[in-house]
């Protein structure tokens, strides 16, 4: 499955945009074994990246209208119909 | 000194297919396991002459009947991967059990591996559905009309340590580990209270404190005694209270908090009394309550937040790993433990990249402030449930981890990895190994066994009833000493 890998660069650039998505975060400890998270936090982090409210805002704001373009069109109608037996 | 934490996740998918009236659920699991095909191992049986699980740890056994499907059926409910999973189709609902590991980091990479599976199995599944129809899969444990499906952890514990010194110590931990484990839902159900979203999709189910069910009257802690490996040495911890989680971090929180705890369990290392005085009631008050702070009333009278109960065992581990050599995984565990219960103290909006609830909520209130609709709305509705849609460009959890948006612990190349091979360091690595080198030879399978039929010979039981024996440290020179299954017993008996 290809679906999910991502280039390095369009990695490197998301993961700026987490960290201003978490600013408000003290610090970002590694964490987890940390994976692919390796280097850069210390460099990039911090204030340099934070990010005023507007922008934060505006973030979110095409962040929704990205939701709202995948999310199920007849919701009313979808989410009746999800019915599941119970299980464990 | 306690035993080494070997554990697994068992999660049960919601599933659906859209646009069809006549939706049946078994046909449609059946149809989705057995669409994920590996050449070797289409046509293996799952041996449940090894099952028990009517057996309680409170020492006796259960009336009840043992399921035994016949051969057609087994094997068209089972698939036995060459990755040491099961996938398989468990009442309504298709399952994915990973492969034991010794470790959060590793559960977490074939848990994830776990939903590519699922995945790619319903975009194959889906080509054979008539159009217009689709079937979809959710990685979460409630349709919010009263139906549950669990997503269950194990962990290997001492036979030595008594049930009751586990419940006894478990149960406060898992009444609270919630603040930071639970997926989140919107609303509540199953004559819970009304609130408009809680921590955990799972809090309003428990019923009970202690008991075997696990489909009805739900209880905190189970008492399934199937221990899956030496039963004179081993008990395997069922847990059924957590949540299917989307997050990385708030799995490999989860579960590798969970192992630490009773780990200092066997270890007598939790000394405090944290007994709450109705913990059923307490699951619930505390999964209500987004802001983190209410106090629950605690058996000695006094009132605690789930903060608060959780900085006890904090403070008990930090304690217990001072005077012991421990993974390096233990410290972050220890380290991060910390770092978000004070992001939760503090607001637990700080947690919007990492724990599942908060990061669901933080999405539901953006959405819900630009679109200005309110906690009833069907499209806050569908946004609770499609967090944990399957498909990578539709579900909102994926769409939120390609953005950058919520914290990884692993990479894309380890899951895919698992998709394919076993963990290195348990008996998985044995199990995954057969089932790739001999397959057609194998015969079947279970947690503990793996059997081979060859030839006209009688059919032949490999016990594995050591969960960290047949690593890839034991087996590899015997492997690669067999090019055949013949040879793989006959090198065994020797």
């Given at each position: 499955?290809?679906?999910?890998?991502?280039?390095?660069?369009r990695e490197a650039k998301e993961k700026l945009r987490f960290l201003g998505a978490a600013e408000s975060q003290q610090q970002q400890?590694?964490?987890?074994?940390?994976?692919?998270d390796?280097?850069g936090e210390?460099g990039a982090g911090g204030k340099k990246l934070a990010k005023k409210g507007e922008d934060l805002k505006e973030e979110m704001d095409s962040l929704?209208?990205?939701?709202?373009?995948?999310?199920?069109?007849?919701?009313?109608?979808?989410?009746?119909?999800?019915?599941?037996?119970?299980?464990? | 000194?306690?035993?080494?934490?070997?554990?697994?996740?068992?999660?049960?998918?919601?599933?659906?297919?859209?646009?069809?009236?006549?939706?049946?659920?078994?046909?449609?699991?059946?149809?989705?396991?057995?669409?994920?095909?590996?050449?070797?191992?289409?046509?293996?049986?799952?041996?449940?002459?090894?099952?028990?699980?009517?057996?309680?740890?409170?020492?006796?056994?259960?009336?009840?009947?043992?399921?035994?499907?016949?051969?057609?059926?087994?094997?068209?409910?089972?698939?036995?991967?060459?990755?040491?999973?099961?996938?398989?189709?468990?009442?309504?609902?298709?399952?994915?059990?990973?492969?034991?590991?010794?470790?959060?980091?590793?559960?977490?990479?074939?848990?994830?591996?776990?939903?590519?599976?699922?995945?790619?199995?319903?975009?194959?599944?889906?080509?054979?559905?008539?159009?217009?129809?689709?079937?979809?899969?959710?990685?979460?444990?409630?349709?919010?009309?009263?139906?549950?499906?669990?997503?269950?952890?194990?962990?290997?514990?001492?036979?030595?340590?008594?049930?009751?010194?586990?419940?006894?110590?478990?149960?406060?931990?898992?009444?609270?580990?919630?603040?930071?484990?639970?997926?989140?839902?919107?609303?509540?159900?199953?004559?819970?209270?009304?609130?408009?979203?809680?921590?955990?999709?799972?809090?309003?189910?428990?019923?009970?404190?202690?008991?075997?069910?696990?489909?009805?009257?739900?209880?905190?802690?189970?008492?399934?005694?199937?221990?899956?490996?030496?039963?004179?040495?081993?008990?395997?911890?069922?847990?059924?209270?957590?949540?299917?989680?989307?997050?990385?971090?708030?799995?490999?929180?989860?579960?590798?908090?969970?192992?630490?705890?009773?780990?200092?369990?066997?270890?007598?290392?939790?000394?405090?009394?944290?007994?709450?005085?109705?913990?059923?009631?307490?699951?619930?008050?505390?999964?209500?309550?987004?802001?983190?702070?209410?106090?629950?009333?605690?058996?000695?009278?006094?009132?605690?937040?789930?903060?608060?109960?959780?900085?006890?065992?904090?403070?008990?581990?930090?304690?217990?790993?001072?005077?012991?050599?421990?993974?390096?995984?233990?410290?972050?565990?220890?380290?991060?433990?910390?770092?978000?219960?004070?992001?939760?103290?503090?607001?637990?909006m700080e947690l919007r990249g990492e724990?599942?609830?908060?990061i669901?909520?933080a999405?539901?209130?953006g959405?819900?402030?630009?679109?200005?609709?309110?906690?009833?709305?069907?499209?806050?509705?569908?946004?609770?449930?499609?967090?944990?849609?399957?498909?990578?460009?539709?579900?909102?959890?994926?769409?939120l981890e390609r953005q950058g948006r919520v914290r990884?612990?692993?990479?894309?190349?380890?899951?895919?990895?698992?998709?394919?091979?076993?963990?290195?360091?348990?008996?998985?690595?044995?199990?995954?190994?057969?089932?790739?080198?001999?397959?057609?030879?194998?015969?079947?399978?279970?947690?503990?066994?793996?059997?081979?039929?060859?030839?006209?010979?009688?059919?032949?039981?490999?016990?594995?009833?050591?969960?960290?024996?047949?690593?890839?440290?034991?087996?590899?020179?015997?492997?690669?000493?067999?090019?055949?299954?013949?040879?793989?017993?006959?090198?065994?008996?020797?």
């Open positions: 499955m290809k679906v999910h890998s991502r280039s390095p660069r400890k590694k964490g987890g074994g940390d994976g692919g390796d280097g210390k929704i209208d990205e939701i709202d373009e995948v999310l199920e069109e007849n919701a009313e109608e979808f989410v009746k119909n999800y019915v599941q037996r119970g299980g464990q | 000194m306690a035993i080494p934490k070997v554990m697994g996740t068992e999660i049960e998918y919601g599933i659906t297919v859209k646009n069809d009236r006549d939706f049946d659920p078994i046909s449609s699991c059946v149809l989705l396991v057995n669409s994920y095909r590996e050449e070797s191992t289409t046509k293996i049986l799952w041996d449940y002459d090894q099952e028990n699980p009517l057996a309680d740890a409170r020492g006796f056994q259960v009336e009840g009947e043992k399921y035994t499907p016949n051969q057609q059926e087994n094997i068209a409910r089972n698939k036995t991967l060459a990755n040491g999973a099961r996938y398989y189709v468990d009442h309504a609902h298709p399952e994915y059990s990973c492969p034991e590991v010794t470790n959060a980091r590793d559960l977490v990479i074939h848990e994830k591996a776990g939903e590519r599976i699922v995945e790619q199995s319903r975009r194959d599944a889906n080509r054979v559905l008539p159009p217009g129809t689709q079937m979809l899969i959710y990685k979460n444990n409630s349709d919010r009309k009263g139906n549950s499906y669990g997503s269950h952890e194990n962990y290997l514990m001492d036979r030595r340590t008594s049930f009751k010194q586990i419940v006894e110590h478990l149960m406060p931990f898992f009444v609270t580990r919630q603040i930071y484990s639970g997926a989140g839902k919107v609303g509540s159900e199953n004559r819970a209270h009304p609130c408009e979203y809680q921590l955990s999709q799972r809090a309003d189910f428990f019923e009970t404190e202690v008991a075997l069910d696990t489909m009805v009257k739900r209880p905190i802690i189970n008492t399934r005694d199937e221990p899956h490996a030496d039963r004179e040495k081993y008990r395997r911890l069922h847990v059924i209270v957590g949540d299917a989680n989307m997050s990385e971090f708030t799995i490999w929180l989860r579960n590798g908090l969970t192992a630490l705890v009773l780990a200092m369990i066997e270890d007598g290392a939790v000394d405090r009394d944290l007994s709450f005085r109705d913990p059923v009631r307490a699951i619930k008050e505390i999964s209500h309550d987004a802001s983190c702070r209410r106090e629950v009333e605690m058996q000695s009278g006094r009132r605690r937040s789930a903060v608060q109960v959780q900085r006890e065992y904090l403070e008990m581990a930090r304690r217990y790993v001072a005077t012991r050599e421990v993974a390096a995984e233990v410290k972050d565990l220890i380290v991060e433990w910390e770092r978000v219960l004070d992001a939760l103290e503090r607001d637990p724990i599942d609830w908060i669901k909520r999405l539901i209130e959405f819900m402030e630009r679109k200005g609709v309110d906690w009833g709305s069907p499209q806050v509705q569908m946004l609770d449930l499609q967090y944990h849609d399957l498909r990578p460009d539709k579900g909102l959890y994926y769409i990884r612990v692993v990479t894309d190349e380890e899951i895919e990895r698992a998709v394919l091979y076993p963990p290195e360091d348990t008996r998985a690595y044995f199990r995954g190994g057969c089932l790739r080198r001999y397959g057609t030879q194998v015969f079947g399978v279970n947690w503990d066994s793996i059997s081979f039929g060859i030839g006209d010979e009688p059919i032949k039981r490999v016990m594995m009833i050591e969960p960290l024996k047949g690593s890839k440290q034991h087996v590899e020179a015997l492997f690669n000493s067999s090019p055949t299954a013949a040879e793989l017993v006959r090198n065994l008996r020797s």
